[in-house]
């Protein structure tokens, strides 16, 4: 079941540089796309979320992008900090099921 | 700042053995996810509660998998009858809409 997929495994962005973290999924019927970032031996902490009508949403240092046709969601992060780094989970939620579907991660290591 | 807690951290078990992995979800949410990670893979969906019911269910959520939410407050997640192949980190999720849920610590299961 490969409905979402986070196709780089980790990331290294220099500290202060932008970080760009991609997503894409399969399905057009999705509602909601979000983003988690995770610390080893944590939950999941949300962080945002977009919803599909929209194509941009930001919030402080995170902007999280969204292209429908290309069925593509990116998480931008600018400036990175070293405490940034951890694995970020993109996620997609269907009205349909309530259920989230989350890609397989991506490990950030922002390097002072 | 509310937040889903869970019991225990960390349950070692015997295979074969029931164990009941405890969460409270955050008070006024009314939707109840418990989620899987096994070590290295990504965040598996097992099921979701809405209305004192299941609302949906994954394949790995087979017989061997219940869930209550015995007295209003608390979310348990019931495996009767352990495998190895149950050891994973456990995140139980609550939201107060049909997206954007937000997790406990999670609980380590280790299944000897």
């Known amino acids: 079941d490969q409905q979402v997929k986070q196709n780089s495994p980790s990331l290294s962005v220099q500290e202060g540089r932008i970080s760009i973290l991609n997503c894409d999924y399969t399905n057009s019927m999705f509602d909601y796309f979000l983003w988690y970032k995770k610390y080893p031996a944590e939950g999941p902490t949300f962080l945002i979320s977009i919803s599909s009508i929209k194509d941009k949403n930001e919030d402080g240092r995170f902007t999280v992008f969204l292209n429908k046709s290309a069925k593509h969601l990116s998480l931008h992060i600018v400036p990175s900090q070293p405490g940034d780094s951890a694995v970020y989970f993109c996620a997609v939620h269907s009205s349909n099921t309530g259920k989230l579907i989350f890609g397989q991660g991506t490990t950030l290591q922002v390097k002072p | 700042e509310p937040e889903v807690t869970q019991t225990p951290s960390h349950q070692v078990t015997q295979m074969g053995q029931e164990v009941i992995l405890r969460c409270v979800p955050i008070s006024n949410h009314l939707y109840f996810y418990w989620y899987r990670q096994i070590l290295g893979q990504k965040v598996e969906f097992l099921v979701s509660?809405?209305?004192?019911?299941?609302?949906?269910k994954s394949e790995i959520f087979d017989d061997q998998f219940s869930v209550e939410r015995p007295d209003g407050s608390n979310f348990t997640l019931k495996i009767r009858s352990t495998k190895l192949e149950d050891s994973a980190m456990y995140f139980c999720?609550?939201?107060?809409?049909?997206?954007?849920?937000?997790f406990g610590q999670g609980t380590r299961l280790t299944v000897v």
């Open positions: 999720a609550s939201s107060d809409r049909p997206s954007g849920a937000f």
């Open positions: 509660f809405y209305n004192n019911e299941i609302s949906e």
